[in-house]
């Protein structure tokens, strides 16, 4: 989904949280964590180090949604998987499907390293059962030897037709996309008002019908390196992703403003 991000601090900051989740072991008792994450959103170094302090190794499973997530668990992934990592909106829902289990804040004394931002939010305000791990952008991903230098930073390049330069993808995830077109309109981004809501259904509808299709942020990522696309809706992370792999891409925040999002860490209820 939106990239895992590589420095020394940040791997060892990754390795003692999954270290200290994980109970210590012995030679003789090799055991396996289960981690369910979004694509392409962990370094594989960091699985190496942990596998090696905890004597264990990581299987790693992957979705490319929260709904997609929260179906398998229910479907039976909470005795299957020991760590997921959903977005901060679909936590409640978790909890009241009775899907997550309360942390050990006594085994995982490295909470207290986490910024003010991102403790002791609405969605888990005693963070009893999640710890921040990535946050990031929802913003436009574009090809700059495709676009002139001057163009417009604003969701127009989604919406309006007349600053459309090529094939573009919009994002499958909904409240990225409504909350742009809400914004793009100069709405509230969490507006309930119907007659808003409608509009922001017709200018979606519309626009879709302009574009090469709604995919995965990983997805809107692989197509602007590849050229398929010009422009596409895409997680911050990503973008980064895809401007190491093609150093045409670029990325910004439009200027009516962007969804920001919160990945946490959490344990399924009967984590094995």
């Known amino acids: 989904m939106k990239k895992w991000i590589a420095s020394a601090t940040t791997l060892l900051c990754c390795v003692l949280v999954l270290v200290l989740f994980w109970p210590h072991v012995t030679s003789a008792q090799r055991q396996t964590l289960n981690l369910y994450i979004w694509s392409e959103y962990i370094d594989p170094d960091i699985l190496t180090a942990f596998e090696k302090a905890t004597n264990s190794r990581v299987l790693v499973s992957v979705y490319e949604s929260n709904e997609d997530m929260v179906a398998k668990l229910r479907g039976g992934g909470t005795s299957q998987y020991d760590i997921v990592v959903p977005t901060d909106y679909i936590v409640p829902n978790m909890l009241e499907l009775g899907l997550l289990q309360p942390l050990n804040k006594e085994l995982i004394p490295n909470l207290s390293?986490?910024?003010?931002?991102?403790?002791?939010?609405?969605?888990?305000?005693?963070?009893?059962?999640?710890?921040?791990?990535?946050?990031g952008t929802t913003g436009i991903g574009y090809r700059k030897d495709r676009l002139p230098e001057n163009f417009e930073r604003s969701w127009?390049?989604?919406?309006?037709?007349?600053?459309?330069?090529?094939?573009?993808v919009m994002i499958d995830e909904m409240r990225s996309m409504i909350g742009a077109a809400a914004v793009y309109l100069g709405f509230d981004m969490n507006t309930t008002v119907r007659s808003e809501l409608q509009q922001i259904q017709q200018l979606l509808i519309d626009t879709k019908r302009r574009s090469a299709g709604l995919i995965g942020g990983v997805g809107g990522k692989n197509q602007l390196v590849s050229g398929t696309a010009n422009v596409a809706i895409v997680y911050s992370g990503d973008a980064l992703q895809a401007a190491e792999e093609n150093p045409n891409i670029g990325y910004f925040v439009p200027r009516e403003g962007a969804h920001i999002w919160l990945d946490v860490m959490a344990i399924p209820a009967q984590a094995p």
């Open 113 to 135: 390293n986490l910024g003010e931002k991102f403790v002791g939010l609405p969605f888990d305000p005693e963070n009893t059962y999640t710890a921040a791990y990535q946050w």
């Open 156 to 168: 127009g390049l989604i919406f309006d037709p007349q600053q459309q330069y090529g094939p573009f």
